[in-house]
Protein backbone atom coordinates (compact mmCIF):
# COMPACT_ATOMS: atom_id res chain seq x y z
CA UNK A 1 0.00 0.00 0.00
CA UNK A 2 1.08 3.28 -0.82
CA UNK A 3 1.54 6.17 1.57
CA UNK A 4 -1.38 8.77 1.97
CA UNK A 5 -2.23 11.52 3.33
CA UNK A 6 -2.37 12.49 6.74
CA UNK A 7 -6.14 11.90 8.72
CA UNK A 8 -7.80 13.26 11.49
CA UNK A 9 -10.10 10.59 13.43
CA UNK A 10 -13.74 12.24 13.89
CA UNK A 11 -13.08 12.20 17.72
CA UNK A 12 -9.90 12.89 19.71
CA UNK A 13 -9.21 14.48 22.66
CA UNK A 14 -8.48 18.37 22.42
CA UNK A 15 -4.56 18.26 23.26
CA UNK A 16 -3.83 16.42 20.47
CA UNK A 17 -4.33 18.21 16.67
CA UNK A 18 -1.76 17.00 14.47
CA UNK A 19 -2.87 14.53 11.33
CA UNK A 20 -2.62 10.85 11.74
CA UNK A 21 0.50 9.38 9.92
CA UNK A 22 0.00 6.42 7.47
CA UNK A 23 2.78 4.68 8.80
CA UNK A 24 4.43 1.14 7.85
CA UNK A 25 3.73 -1.40 10.42
CA UNK A 26 7.08 -2.70 10.80
CA UNK A 27 7.85 1.04 12.08
CA UNK A 28 5.81 0.03 15.04
CA UNK A 29 6.65 -3.55 15.45
CA UNK A 30 9.23 -5.92 14.80
CA UNK A 31 9.25 -9.84 14.31
CA UNK A 32 10.06 -11.25 17.55
CA UNK A 33 11.81 -14.95 16.72
CA UNK A 34 12.94 -16.63 20.12
CA UNK A 35 11.99 -20.14 20.36
CA UNK A 36 11.33 -22.26 23.38
CA UNK A 37 14.77 -24.15 22.57
CA UNK A 38 15.42 -24.14 26.43
CA UNK A 39 12.00 -25.13 27.40
CA UNK A 40 11.75 -23.34 29.74
CA UNK A 41 8.01 -23.14 29.13
CA UNK A 42 6.45 -26.80 29.16
CA UNK A 43 2.71 -27.95 27.53
CA UNK A 44 1.37 -25.85 30.77
CA UNK A 45 2.59 -22.48 29.67
CA UNK A 46 0.86 -23.15 26.03
CA UNK A 47 -0.97 -19.95 24.82
CA UNK A 48 -4.25 -19.97 22.63
CA UNK A 49 -5.84 -16.47 21.30
CA UNK A 50 -9.26 -15.96 21.56
CA UNK A 51 -11.20 -13.84 19.37
CA UNK A 52 -13.63 -12.38 22.31
CA UNK A 53 -10.87 -12.83 25.91
CA UNK A 54 -7.63 -12.34 23.72
CA UNK A 55 -4.46 -13.94 24.63
CA UNK A 56 -4.95 -16.71 26.83
CA UNK A 57 -3.83 -19.69 28.52
CA UNK A 58 -5.10 -23.09 26.34
CA UNK A 59 -5.48 -25.63 29.51
CA UNK A 60 -7.51 -22.79 30.81
CA UNK A 61 -9.57 -21.84 28.19
CA UNK A 62 -10.33 -24.86 26.52
CA UNK A 63 -9.91 -27.90 28.82
CA UNK A 64 -6.55 -29.61 28.02
CA UNK A 65 -3.50 -28.58 25.86
CA UNK A 66 -3.01 -29.33 22.41
CA UNK A 67 0.61 -28.71 21.84
CA UNK A 68 2.49 -31.50 19.83
CA UNK A 69 5.04 -34.07 21.24
CA UNK A 70 7.80 -31.30 21.58
CA UNK A 71 7.35 -27.38 22.18
CA UNK A 72 10.55 -26.81 21.91
CA UNK A 73 10.81 -24.70 18.55
CA UNK A 74 7.08 -22.76 19.57
CA UNK A 75 7.50 -19.02 19.94
CA UNK A 76 7.99 -17.53 23.06
CA UNK A 77 5.60 -14.62 23.97
CA UNK A 78 6.25 -12.11 26.55
CA UNK A 79 3.76 -9.63 28.31
CA UNK A 80 3.08 -7.12 26.35
CA UNK A 81 3.78 -8.62 22.66
CA UNK A 82 2.11 -8.79 19.85
CA UNK A 83 0.47 -11.79 18.73
CA UNK A 84 -1.52 -12.88 14.78
CA UNK A 85 -3.16 -16.09 14.99
CA UNK A 86 -3.18 -17.30 10.79
CA UNK A 87 -6.54 -18.97 11.53
CA UNK A 88 -9.56 -17.82 10.23
CA UNK A 89 -12.56 -16.72 12.34
CA UNK A 90 -16.10 -15.99 10.95
CA UNK A 91 -15.91 -12.09 11.29
CA UNK A 92 -11.91 -12.41 10.77
CA UNK A 93 -11.51 -14.55 7.91
CA UNK A 94 -7.78 -13.69 8.16
CA UNK A 95 -6.73 -13.97 11.40
CA UNK A 96 -6.66 -11.95 14.48
CA UNK A 97 -4.25 -9.58 16.17
CA UNK A 98 -4.15 -9.60 20.03
CA UNK A 99 -2.21 -8.27 22.45
CA UNK A 100 -0.70 -10.26 25.71
CA UNK A 101 -1.75 -9.08 28.83
CA UNK A 102 -1.62 -11.76 30.70
CA UNK A 103 1.52 -14.40 31.68
CA UNK A 104 4.20 -14.76 29.32
CA UNK A 105 3.81 -18.51 27.56
CA UNK A 106 4.39 -20.27 24.46
CA UNK A 107 2.33 -19.95 21.11
CA UNK A 108 2.56 -22.89 18.25
CA UNK A 109 4.52 -21.83 14.80
CA UNK A 110 0.91 -21.16 13.03
CA UNK A 111 0.94 -18.15 15.38
CA UNK A 112 3.42 -15.12 14.70
CA UNK A 113 4.54 -13.16 17.30
CA UNK A 114 5.93 -8.77 17.23
CA UNK A 115 7.78 -7.03 20.11
CA UNK A 116 6.14 -3.12 19.92
CA UNK A 117 8.59 -0.38 18.87
CA UNK A 118 7.50 1.22 22.49
CA UNK A 119 9.52 4.66 21.21
CA UNK A 120 6.90 4.50 18.31
CA UNK A 121 4.08 2.58 19.27
CA UNK A 122 1.90 1.82 21.96
CA UNK A 123 0.60 -2.13 22.20
CA UNK A 124 -2.74 -1.07 24.15
CA UNK A 125 -2.93 1.11 21.48
CA UNK A 126 -2.47 -1.44 18.53
CA UNK A 127 -4.78 -3.67 20.29
CA UNK A 128 -7.60 -1.47 20.23
CA UNK A 129 -7.13 -0.69 16.39
CA UNK A 130 -7.66 -4.41 15.44
CA UNK A 131 -10.18 -5.09 17.67
CA UNK A 132 -12.46 -3.30 14.82
CA UNK A 133 -13.09 -6.14 13.00
CA UNK A 134 -12.98 -3.67 9.95
CA UNK A 135 -9.91 -2.34 10.98
CA UNK A 136 -8.28 -6.21 10.97
CA UNK A 137 -9.78 -7.01 7.86
CA UNK A 138 -8.40 -3.93 5.70
CA UNK A 139 -4.90 -4.29 7.07
CA UNK A 140 -5.08 -8.42 6.55
CA UNK A 141 -6.93 -9.08 3.27
CA UNK A 142 -4.40 -7.64 0.71
CA UNK A 143 -1.58 -9.48 2.49
CA UNK A 144 -3.01 -12.85 3.15
CA UNK A 145 -2.99 -15.46 0.02
CA UNK A 146 -5.89 -18.87 1.63
CA UNK A 147 -4.48 -21.93 0.83
CA UNK A 148 -6.55 -25.21 -0.84
CA UNK A 149 -7.47 -26.09 2.89
CA UNK A 150 -7.90 -22.28 3.64
CA UNK A 151 -5.12 -21.81 5.34
CA UNK A 152 -3.08 -18.77 5.66
CA UNK A 153 -0.36 -18.15 3.21
CA UNK A 154 2.11 -15.30 4.68
CA UNK A 155 5.33 -14.67 6.05
CA UNK A 156 5.23 -13.51 9.34
CA UNK A 157 7.81 -10.54 8.01
CA UNK A 158 5.30 -10.01 5.56
CA UNK A 159 2.38 -9.22 7.95
CA UNK A 160 4.28 -5.73 8.87
CA UNK A 161 4.36 -4.98 4.99
CA UNK A 162 1.54 -2.71 5.07
CA UNK A 163 0.69 0.53 6.61
CA UNK A 164 -2.22 2.10 8.99
CA UNK A 165 -2.94 5.71 10.23
CA UNK A 166 -1.01 6.12 13.23
CA UNK A 167 -1.07 9.11 16.04
CA UNK A 168 2.31 9.84 17.42
CA UNK A 169 2.74 7.48 20.91
CA UNK A 170 1.41 10.23 23.50
CA UNK A 171 -2.11 10.23 21.26
CA UNK A 172 -1.54 6.45 21.40
CA UNK A 173 -1.25 6.12 25.04
CA UNK A 174 -4.08 8.84 25.62
CA UNK A 175 -6.80 6.47 24.12
CA UNK A 176 -5.33 3.23 24.69
CA UNK A 177 -5.69 4.59 28.96
CA UNK A 178 -9.14 5.90 28.15
CA UNK A 179 -10.21 2.48 26.44
CA UNK A 180 -8.77 0.58 29.38
CA UNK A 181 -11.11 2.37 32.11
CA UNK A 182 -13.67 2.04 30.03
CA UNK A 183 -12.88 -1.94 29.85
CA UNK A 184 -12.29 -1.98 33.34
CA UNK A 185 -15.85 -0.87 34.36
CA UNK A 186 -17.10 -3.50 31.79
CA UNK A 187 -14.97 -6.19 33.28
CA UNK A 188 -16.38 -5.01 37.18
CA UNK A 189 -19.92 -5.04 35.49
CA UNK A 190 -19.67 -8.74 34.07
CA UNK A 191 -18.13 -9.52 37.57
CA UNK A 192 -21.39 -8.13 39.36
CA UNK A 193 -23.51 -10.02 37.09
CA UNK A 194 -21.51 -13.74 37.45
CA UNK A 195 -21.64 -12.94 40.87
CA UNK A 196 -25.36 -12.15 41.02
CA UNK A 197 -25.86 -15.33 39.08
CA UNK A 198 -24.08 -17.70 41.17
CA UNK A 199 -26.27 -15.80 44.80
CA UNK A 200 -29.24 -16.73 42.62
CA UNK A 201 -28.42 -20.39 41.70
CA UNK A 202 -27.53 -21.29 45.43
CA UNK A 203 -30.84 -19.17 46.94
CA UNK A 204 -32.42 -21.38 44.27
CA UNK A 205 -30.66 -24.68 45.84
CA UNK A 206 -31.76 -23.82 49.37
CA UNK A 207 -35.43 -22.55 48.36
CA UNK A 208 -35.95 -25.60 46.47
CA UNK A 209 -34.70 -28.06 48.93
CA UNK A 210 -36.72 -26.31 51.63
CA UNK A 211 -33.27 -25.37 53.43
CA UNK A 212 -34.87 -22.03 53.21
CA UNK A 213 -38.14 -21.31 54.01
CA UNK A 214 -40.35 -18.06 53.93
CA UNK A 215 -42.83 -17.48 56.58
CA UNK A 216 -46.32 -15.82 56.37
CA UNK A 217 -47.37 -12.37 56.84
CA UNK A 218 -48.05 -13.50 61.14
CA UNK A 219 -44.08 -14.92 61.16
CA UNK A 220 -46.38 -18.75 61.06
CA UNK A 221 -44.82 -21.18 58.92
CA UNK A 222 -46.20 -22.35 55.42
CA UNK A 223 -47.89 -26.02 55.38
CA UNK A 224 -45.79 -28.40 54.11
CA UNK A 225 -45.20 -29.11 50.57
CA UNK A 226 -46.65 -31.77 48.42
CA UNK A 227 -45.08 -33.86 45.52
CA UNK A 228 -47.33 -33.30 42.27
CA UNK A 229 -47.15 -34.59 38.89
CA UNK A 230 -46.31 -31.89 36.27
CA UNK A 231 -48.76 -33.46 33.91
CA UNK A 232 -52.06 -33.86 36.44
CA UNK A 233 -51.26 -29.68 37.03
CA UNK A 234 -50.78 -28.20 33.76
CA UNK A 235 -51.99 -28.01 30.04
CA UNK A 236 -49.87 -28.16 27.38
CA UNK A 237 -48.68 -28.06 23.83
CA UNK A 238 -46.41 -27.60 21.47
CA UNK A 239 -46.40 -26.27 17.75
CA UNK A 240 -45.46 -27.02 13.97
CA UNK A 241 -43.84 -26.15 11.47
CA UNK A 242 -45.76 -24.98 8.08
CA UNK A 243 -44.33 -26.58 5.07
CA UNK A 244 -40.89 -25.03 4.14
CA UNK A 245 -41.39 -25.25 -0.26
CA UNK A 246 -44.43 -22.80 0.01
CA UNK A 247 -43.03 -19.80 0.40
CA UNK A 248 -45.77 -17.46 0.81
CA UNK A 249 -46.01 -19.24 4.49
CA UNK A 250 -42.90 -17.57 5.50
CA UNK A 251 -43.84 -13.66 3.88
CA UNK A 252 -46.06 -13.02 7.01
CA UNK A 253 -45.87 -10.25 10.78
CA UNK A 254 -46.58 -13.55 12.85
CA UNK A 255 -43.14 -14.21 14.87
CA UNK A 256 -42.04 -18.05 14.49
CA UNK A 257 -40.64 -19.13 17.50
CA UNK A 258 -38.43 -21.46 17.62
CA UNK A 259 -36.75 -23.19 20.78
CA UNK A 260 -33.30 -21.33 20.65
CA UNK A 261 -35.61 -18.27 20.74
CA UNK A 262 -37.70 -18.96 23.86
CA UNK A 263 -36.42 -15.95 25.93
CA UNK A 264 -35.83 -14.07 22.85
CA UNK A 265 -37.96 -10.13 21.92
CA UNK A 266 -37.71 -10.98 18.37
CA UNK A 267 -37.56 -13.66 15.91
CA UNK A 268 -35.85 -14.82 12.72
CA UNK A 269 -38.43 -15.85 10.67
CA UNK A 270 -41.88 -14.88 10.40
CA UNK A 271 -45.19 -16.48 9.10
CA UNK A 272 -48.18 -15.82 7.55
CA UNK A 273 -51.72 -16.58 8.67
CA UNK A 274 -52.45 -19.08 6.20
CA UNK A 275 -49.37 -20.61 7.26
CA UNK A 276 -50.08 -20.72 10.82
CA UNK A 277 -54.18 -22.24 9.82
CA UNK A 278 -52.20 -24.87 7.37
CA UNK A 279 -50.27 -25.88 9.86
CA UNK A 280 -49.79 -27.32 13.40
CA UNK A 281 -48.42 -24.16 14.68
CA UNK A 282 -49.80 -22.43 17.52
CA UNK A 283 -50.37 -19.38 18.95
CA UNK A 284 -48.51 -18.16 22.23
CA UNK A 285 -48.63 -15.46 24.63
CA UNK A 286 -46.88 -12.95 25.98
CA UNK A 287 -46.07 -14.39 29.75
CA UNK A 288 -46.35 -18.00 28.68
CA UNK A 289 -43.77 -20.66 30.24
CA UNK A 290 -41.93 -22.01 27.19
CA UNK A 291 -39.97 -25.39 26.87
CA UNK A 292 -37.02 -25.87 24.51
CA UNK A 293 -37.69 -29.84 23.77
CA UNK A 294 -35.11 -30.25 20.83
CA UNK A 295 -31.90 -28.76 19.49
CA UNK A 296 -29.06 -27.00 21.42
CA UNK A 297 -31.13 -25.25 23.89
CA UNK A 298 -33.16 -28.89 24.87
CA UNK A 299 -33.97 -28.47 28.65
CA UNK A 300 -34.34 -24.43 28.76
CA UNK A 301 -37.07 -23.10 30.12
CA UNK A 302 -38.14 -19.22 29.25
CA UNK A 303 -41.12 -16.75 29.43
CA UNK A 304 -42.21 -15.49 26.45
CA UNK A 305 -41.52 -12.32 25.37
CA UNK A 306 -43.71 -11.71 22.57
CA UNK A 307 -47.06 -12.93 20.91
CA UNK A 308 -46.02 -15.72 18.30
CA UNK A 309 -46.17 -19.33 16.65
CA UNK A 310 -44.21 -22.22 18.18
CA UNK A 311 -42.87 -25.24 16.15
CA UNK A 312 -43.08 -28.93 16.86
CA UNK A 313 -39.95 -28.00 19.25
CA UNK A 314 -41.37 -25.49 21.73
CA UNK A 315 -43.84 -26.82 24.88
CA UNK A 316 -46.26 -24.43 26.37
CA UNK A 317 -47.03 -25.28 29.52
CA UNK A 318 -49.83 -23.57 31.42
CA UNK A 319 -50.90 -23.60 35.21
CA UNK A 320 -53.36 -22.16 37.66
CA UNK A 321 -52.00 -24.17 40.17
CA UNK A 322 -48.37 -23.25 40.19
CA UNK A 323 -47.07 -19.89 40.06
CA UNK A 324 -45.28 -19.69 36.77
CA UNK A 325 -42.06 -17.84 37.84
CA UNK A 326 -42.12 -20.43 40.71
CA UNK A 327 -42.28 -23.33 38.22
CA UNK A 328 -39.87 -21.81 35.24
CA UNK A 329 -37.00 -21.13 38.34
CA UNK A 330 -37.59 -24.99 39.25
CA UNK A 331 -37.09 -26.20 35.21
CA UNK A 332 -34.14 -24.15 35.65
CA UNK A 333 -32.53 -25.64 38.29
CA UNK A 334 -33.24 -29.00 37.43
CA UNK A 335 -32.34 -28.75 33.48
CA UNK A 336 -28.88 -30.50 33.74
CA UNK A 337 -30.81 -33.48 35.36
CA UNK A 338 -33.62 -34.01 33.30
CA UNK A 339 -31.38 -33.85 30.50
CA UNK A 340 -28.63 -35.77 32.26
CA UNK A 341 -32.04 -38.70 32.42
CA UNK A 342 -33.26 -38.54 29.61
CA UNK A 343 -30.85 -37.01 26.94
CA UNK A 344 -27.73 -39.80 26.93
CA UNK A 345 -24.85 -38.46 25.95
CA UNK A 346 -26.82 -35.54 24.24
CA UNK A 347 -28.42 -37.66 21.85
CA UNK A 348 -32.66 -37.82 20.96
CA UNK A 349 -35.07 -35.15 22.34
CA UNK A 350 -37.28 -34.55 25.09
CA UNK A 351 -41.28 -34.37 25.10
CA UNK A 352 -44.31 -33.91 26.24
CA UNK A 353 -44.72 -36.75 27.93
CA UNK A 354 -41.42 -36.24 29.81
CA UNK A 355 -41.77 -32.96 30.97
CA UNK A 356 -45.72 -33.90 31.67
CA UNK A 357 -44.36 -36.89 33.81
CA UNK A 358 -42.53 -34.86 35.89
CA UNK A 359 -42.72 -34.47 40.09
CA UNK A 360 -42.54 -30.85 41.10
CA UNK A 361 -42.98 -29.60 44.49
CA UNK A 362 -45.72 -27.51 45.16
CA UNK A 363 -46.24 -25.41 47.99
CA UNK A 364 -49.30 -23.50 48.71
CA UNK A 365 -50.05 -20.74 46.53
CA UNK A 366 -48.94 -17.81 48.86
CA UNK A 367 -45.24 -19.26 50.08
CA UNK A 368 -44.78 -19.86 45.86
CA UNK A 369 -45.84 -16.15 45.04
CA UNK A 370 -43.11 -14.84 47.89
CA UNK A 371 -40.47 -17.69 46.48
CA UNK A 372 -41.27 -16.14 42.41
CA UNK A 373 -40.84 -12.31 43.73
CA UNK A 374 -37.52 -13.29 45.59
CA UNK A 375 -36.10 -14.75 42.75
CA UNK A 376 -37.84 -11.97 40.29
CA UNK A 377 -36.28 -9.40 42.16
CA UNK A 378 -32.31 -11.56 41.97
CA UNK A 379 -33.25 -11.78 38.33
CA UNK A 380 -33.92 -7.86 37.67
CA UNK A 381 -30.73 -7.25 39.10
CA UNK A 382 -28.92 -9.58 36.80
CA UNK A 383 -30.79 -7.58 34.20
CA UNK A 384 -30.23 -4.63 34.80
CA UNK A 385 -26.64 -5.41 34.87
CA UNK A 386 -26.56 -6.72 31.21
CA UNK A 387 -28.37 -3.65 30.54
CA UNK A 388 -25.70 -1.92 31.73
CA UNK A 389 -23.01 -4.24 30.01
CA UNK A 390 -24.52 -3.78 26.96
CA UNK A 391 -24.99 -0.29 26.83
CA UNK A 392 -21.24 0.45 27.84
CA UNK A 393 -20.10 -2.16 24.99
CA UNK A 394 -22.20 -0.10 22.65
CA UNK A 395 -21.05 2.97 24.21
CA UNK A 396 -17.33 1.84 23.50
CA UNK A 397 -18.02 0.20 20.08
CA UNK A 398 -18.57 3.63 18.82
CA UNK A 399 -16.09 5.36 20.61
CA UNK A 400 -13.70 2.33 18.49
CA UNK A 401 -14.91 3.68 15.29
CA UNK A 402 -14.60 7.54 15.59
CA UNK A 403 -11.37 7.37 17.82
CA UNK A 404 -9.59 5.62 14.99
CA UNK A 405 -8.75 6.27 11.14
Not at 157 to 169: E, G, K, N, S, T
Not at 172 to 193: C, N, P
Not at 200 to 215: A, D, Y
Not at 328 to 346: A, F, T
Request: charged share 25%.
Amino acid sequence: MEKQQGLKPDVRFPEFTDNWEHKKMSELLAEAKKRNGDLKYGKGEVLSVSGELGIVNQIEHLGRSYAGVSVHQYHVVEVGDIVYTKSPLKANPYGIIKLNKGKAGIVSTLYAVYKVKGQNACGEWIEYYFSLDANTNRYLRPLVKKGAKNDMKISNAYVLHDRIFAPQIAEQKRIASFFTVLDKKITQLKQKKSLLEQYKKGVMQKLFSQELRFKDENGNEFPKWEEKKLGKNATFFSGGTPITTNKSYYEGKIPFIKSGEINAEKTEQFISEDGLKDSSSKMVEVGDLLYALYGATSGEAGISKINGAINQAVLCVRSEKYNKIFLLNYLQLQKKEIVGKYLQGGQGNLSADIIKSLIIPMPCKQEQLKIANYLKAIENKIISANIQIQKNQAYKKGLLQKMFV
